[in-house]
């Protein structure tokens, strides 16, 4: 005799209670969910029923869920539930169980127009969860070979960085990509292609740029471990360290090894005091002699300013503003100096004396303040010099390299920052 629909149906409730009490108890010991429990949650929570006691990584596939309530976010909300399903059945619930991995599923799903294949016909094929997770990506997104390090820019990139992955994927030549990272010559761009596979952009970029120039391996780890491959570098110091590193790498290796930390030290000084250095005419040899003695004269200096220094006028408010002059972006931002090494940096830099007004600053009877420019492309620059007299709370005093006066949008900030402090500003500064 054939049971009743609804008698079925009752006892298809009946089962599914059963199964979600047993579930809730489960979650209630805070233990992790064996394939069938977890699949059964992931069900759950896309069907939008409520669950308490959840663990963290569980919490997140919740929020999800929440966040793409309604009809306009149906098929998100479907693919989300058809992945992790699929990953369940595939074993890797390590992908589920950390919010790492589950923070880049959600991006797959967020991609999900570029798919070259359907991410639920994907295969696991390592034990290793990094590994399952860059197979997954490349059987989503890519035709073709991506170089291992661009994994990152799921993890920790931007759209951009993830649509030129796509990109690569679909076999676009790095240099034609869209949205472009890295100002690459063909050379640079084959390079980069070939960066070992725990470079983040920046380092596989600039170590594209030494192999470029021919560097030899013992090179490029020179500069790895100094730090410069990571370094974030501004457009105009880029141009100054690559002019260098274009003259390092002519040199003999056991010579690199014995100098570079003082010519790197030497150099980076000489690009922060915006003093121009010329390596024509110059020997590794000569440039190292220099170096030795310039980092001596300012160790003798730091001992006699070193315990000049004061505390920062916490009462007066910082100010930054862009600006577009001459169809040119650029951000001024204006920072106080609080050392007598400082004063002597701006007054190299600025080619004045605002380095004897170090006692006065010990006394608090003047301050000092610098207008620092960046241009759109990253080059820092200094664009003027200001005292303050801070119990008249007065500008007395504001000049442009080489005590030129200061003009346009600079005099502009000047006078918008003494505004909002609340200053006044001398008419003849």
Known sequence: ???????????????HD???KKLINKLKSNKALNHKGLKQ????LYKGESLQNLRPEYKLIKEFFVKYKGKKNENARKLFHEILQHLVEERCTELIGSNEYLSVIFLIVQFS?????EPFTWKKNSHNVRKQMSSLLRHCFAKYSIPAFFDQVWYRGSDDERLTYIEIGAGVNIRKCTHKLFPFSKKVGHFFMQAPEHYTLQEAFIYAELKSLGASPVFINIVKNYGYLSYQFSKGDQQAWLRLFEFLVKQKDEDLIKTHDKVFEYYNLMIDEETEFKLKGRTLQSIYRLAVDYLKEQEKLDKGFGKFKWNTANEIQQYKKMY????????LTIIELCSARELLKEGKRMKNCVATYTSYCVKNENRIFSIRKENWFGHNSTAATVEIDPEEKRVTEAKAPCNEDVKGSVLQFLNEWALLNGFTVDKDL
């Open 1 to 15: 005799m054939r049971k009743p629909k609804w008698l079925n149906q009752e006892v298809e409730q009946m089962h």
């Open 18 to 20: 059963q199964e979600q």
């Open 324 to 331: 577009d002059e001459n169809d040119t972006l650029f951000e």
């Open 41 to 44: 949650l992931i069900s759950i």
């Open 113 to 117: 127009s570029h798919f070259v294949n």
